[in-house]
Structures are given as structure tokens and as C-alpha cells.
Antibody, heavy 121, light 107 residues
Framework: EVQLVESGGGLVQPGRSLRLSCAAS????????MHWVRQVPGKGLEWVSG????????DYAGSVKGRFTISRDNAKNSLYLQMNSLRVEDMALYYC??????????????WGQGTLVTVSS | DTQMTQSPSSLSASVGDRVTITCQAS??????LNWYQHKPGKAPKLLIY???NLETGVPSRFSGSGSGTDFTFTISSLQPEDIATYYC?????????FGQGTKLEIK
């Protein structure tokens, strides 16, 4: 089955760190760029970060640049998001999303169900 | 950044109705526009890409049109399983951006 499954969310205090993971199956993970997109409960969708098929190109939203790091392991069919210096405004449901091509065109044709990050003291 | 203005924000319609949602971009995005369906607790699903192309496996009652700044998403005959929130998304300019969503309910 073609799917993406996120994990690693949870409750964390402001200023602390959290690492999200996304496990891909049912397609050739290493052939596609990948992204993280988040949704604050009750609000809209916000693109967070993207990485090309070979990690040669990486991009971040301005709101997370310098605090979040995206990475991938094609041998493990996995995508990661290291989130440091977390803020209350980072609290959201984080989705892993597959790009349509190897290089990032920011068109997402497969999504996971998301993992919830709660930032609170 | 490119702002995407989607309307209406919510919509109530009857089974069999024709439903239309619009999305306006703050600048020209050519046809670099997607439409997604999102049901609670589920993964968002790509329905339409490049403004008017139906994703594989998506029922033909869904369609999209438009280019430049003005786009339309249509369900030709609403079915009970179409209850969801629908989002447009542009990928012409960085960062990619989404409309605020249209929550579709059955009347």
C-alpha cells in the first residue's frame, strides 16, 4: 500500500527539541522530493520545509529557518524533521507529503495522516 | 508571498447539487494550482493538479478550471462521501501557499 506514516509528535516545553519521522512505503522513496506541511488546529495549512530526492536541495519557511532541520535516509525510506527551540506558535499537526518529482516543485500528491506537536509549559 | 483567497469558507448543499468553490491568487500563478480534499482524521488527498488535471483514481464529478489569478473547483453532483474541507494551493511562487479552506456540509 502506498502510504506515509508520521511519528514522533508529543508534548514539549517551549525552547526544547523534538524530532519527527515519516516512514514511506509502496513507492520508490528515493525518487521523489519530500516535504513537511503543518496545520494549526482549526486553521489553514502551512508549508514548513522540503528536500530534494538526493538531499542536494533543501528549503525552509521563514518562520522555521535556523531552528528546524529536514533530512532523509533513502536506504530507510524515511524523512525527518529536527525541531529545535520550539515555540508555542509551532504547535500544530505536522504532515509528511510527497512531491510529484525528484526536484522540489512543491506539488504534493501523497500525504500522511499527521503527528501532533504540542508546545506548552 | 502569494496570498490565496478561497471562497466560500463554508458551504451547505444537497446530495446531487452542483457545488462550486473559487480561489483567487494575489498574483499571476499561471496554472500552478492544486485542489485537495481533507476529511477529519485522514490524510489530505490531491484531487486536481495543474488547475484542471484530474489525479488518477479521482471520480470524474470533480473538475477544476482557470489560469492566471482566478480558479474554480466544481463537484458536478454532490455525493455524501464528498463531505470534507477543500483547499487550493499554489506552487508557482515560493513559499507555496494554501487557501484557508472551504468546509462542505450536506444540507
Amino acid at each position: 500500500e502506498v502510504q506515509l506514516v508520521e511519528s514522533g509528535g508529543g508534548l514539549v516545553q517551549p525552547g526544547r527539541s523534538l524530532r519527527l519521522s515519516c516512514a514511506a512505503s509502496g513507492f520508490t522513496f528515493g525518487d521523489y522530493a519530500m516535504h513537511w506541511v503543518r496545520q494549526v488546529p482549526g486553521k489553514g495549512l502551512e508549508w514548513v520545509s522540503g528536500i530534494s530526492w538526493n538531499s542536494g536541495s533543501i528549503d525552509y519557511a521563514g518562520s522555521v529557518k535556523g531552528r528546524f532541520t529536514i533530512s532523509r535516509d533513502n536506504a530507510k525510506n524515511s524523512l525527518y524533521l529536527q525541531m529545535n527551540s520550539l515555540r508555542v506558535e509551532d504547535m500544530a499537526l505536522y504532515y509528511c507529503a510527497k512531491d510529484q518529482y525528484q526536484l522540489m516543485i512543491y506539488s504534493f500528491d501523497l500525504w500522511g495522516q499527521g503527528t501532533l506537536v504540542t508546545v506548552s509549559s | 508571498d502569494t496570498q490565496m483567497t478561497q471562497s466560500p469558507s463554508s458551504l451547505s448543499a444537497s446530495v446531487g447539487d452542483r457545488v462550486t468553490i473559487t480561489c483567487q491568487a494575489s498574483q499571476d500563478i499561471s496554472n500552478y494550482l492544486n485542489w485537495y480534499q481533507h476529511k477529519p482524521g485522514k490524510a489530505p488527498k490531491l484531487l486536481i493538479y495543474d488547475a484542471s488535471n484530474l489525479e488518477t483514481g479521482v471520480p470524474s464529478r470533480f473538475s477544476g478550471s482557470g489560469s492566471g489569478t482566478d480558479f474554480t473547483f466544481t463537484i458536478s453532483s454532490l455525493q455524501p462521501e464528498d463531505i470534507a474541507t477543500y483547499y487550493c494551493q499554489q506552487y508557482a511562487n515560493l513559499p507555496p501557499s494554501f487557501g484557508q479552506g472551504t468546509k462542505l456540509e450536506i444540507k
